[in-house]
């Protein structure tokens, strides 16, 4: 199983980036999530979603920023980011799992089982 994680960048405050992250291997049928992990903090969830778009979750400091997707045809995670700040800086991880787990598990990274290797995102002037 491997999940390549893309997109990433060097934007300034205000932009957008689309991160990507495409599977093989595995079927990106069940539990999904992006995580961030800034410098000299903890890796923390910003957006997961269960097997239906309709149970799709953020982090409150993400939303109506960042959204969510899945390409099933393409077997492809997607976040699209806008209005990026500088505290969104961090290096963003995409995250799938084999199985059904309770909603309430989705922000836990310990509930996945496959990592992409991360993405850098830098938001500066």
């Known amino acids: 199983v491997q999940l390549q994680a893309s997109g990433g960048g060097l934007v300034q405050p205000g932009g957008s980036l689309k991160l990507s992250c495409t599977a093989s291997g595995i079927t990106l049928n069940d539990a999904i999530g992006w995580f961030r992990e800034a410098p000299g903090k903890d890796r923390e969830g910003v957006s997961c979603m269960g097997n239906s778009p309709s149970n799709t979750y953020y982090k409150d400091s993400v939303k109506g920023r960042f959204t969510v997707s899945r390409d099933n045809a393409k077997n492809t995670l997607h976040l699209q980011i806008n209005s990026l700040k500088p505290e969104d800086t961090a290096v963003y991880y995409c995250?799938?799992?084999?199985?059904?787990?309770?909603?309430?598990?989705?922000?836990?990274?310990?509930?996945?089982?496959?990592w992409g290797q991360g993405t850098l995102v830098t938001v500066s002037s």
């Open positions: 995250a799938a799992r084999r199985g059904f787990i309770l909603s309430s598990a989705y922000w836990s990274p310990n509930a996945y089982e496959y």
